[in-house]
């Protein structure tokens, strides 16, 4: 049995909720990547199903907080815009789901970071791919490969944030779009590991505990982002990407 939140030392915990704080800064700042911060660093001195356990609560509650930030009314405006995405995304997250043990997720990292990367640092070095207006076609691909890598692998951000950064997406829009499609995510991911026994009764206070460092976090994180214009929110976007791409290539390549 692992040992779980009521028992570990008290500089763990500290150092756990200084890992939420970050986490909640950089999601704060550009939408994404705080369930790689977390289970990096969580997991560089916890067990790795109490690493898992301690992102579902602060991932669920900071991507909430991100999708209604402008008000219900603006969130539901964002599903509709990018319905598209979001179905074709769900159904072959739901399909593909279903062969997670036929093709090894090395494979599926791989496929995922090192075209994003090359994306992300195309993008950084100057060299701007854009969609200035895709079709429903490119929409339906782009989303259903998201969820199709997704259902495999669990990530599902990388090739999100690259398509809404492709069509310009203006920073409150992909803020909140982010937080619906991830939030749609992680209420998927905390009844699976409910179900799972990743979140448990002995789990479940420590994961509750870091949502308030994430929160914070996250305060500090939105303050910095409001002060930055579209440019500098893009380039920071942009930076975060070629970091969690590269994050998957090494965990392809080094597990």
């Known amino acids: 049995m692992l040992t779980f939140f009521p028992e570990l030392a008290p500089q763990l915990i500290l150092l756990s909720c200084l890992v939420a704080v970050l986490a909640g800064v950089i999601k704060g700042m550009v939408g994404f990547a705080m369930p790689m911060v977390l289970i990096s660093g969580l997991g560089s001195f916890l067990s790795p199903e109490l690493a898992l356990a301690g992102l579902i609560l602060p991932t669920l509650v900071t991507n909430g907080m991100q999708a209604l930030r402008q008000g219900t009314k603006a969130a539901l ?55 200035a207006r ?61 179900g799972s026994g990743v979140l448990r009764a002995e789990t479940a206070p420590f994961s509750a505990l870091l949502v308030i460092p994430a929160v914070c976090g996250m305060w500090i994180g939105t303050r910095i982002q409001d002060r930055i214009d ?25 597990g």
């Not at 492709?166 to 209420?187: C, F, H, P, S």
């Open 230 to 254: 579209q440019a500098q929110f893009r380039r920071a976007t942009l930076l975060v990407l070629t970091i969690a791409a590269l994050n998957l290539v090494r965990r392809a390549v080094f």
């Open 77 to 131: 405006a964002s599903v509709r815009r990018f319905r598209v995405f979001l179905l074709a995304g769900l159904v072959t997250l739901v399909i593909s789901a279903q062969f997670v043990r036929v093709l090894p997720v090395e494979v599926m990292l791989l496929m995922i970071g090192v075209p994003v990367a090359l994306f992300s640092v195309a993008q950084l070095f100057g060299l701007h791919l854009s969609l």
């Open 134 to 194: 895709p079709s429903f076609r490119a929409e339906a691909m782009i989303g259903g490969f998201a969820g199709l890598i997704g259902g495999i692998s669990g990530v599902w951000g990388p090739p999100t944030v690259a398509y809404l950064t492709a069509i310009n997406t203006e920073k409150r829009d992909q803020m909140r779009v982010q937080g619906v499609i991830y939030g749609l995510g992680a209420v998927a991911l905390a009844g699976a590991h409910l």
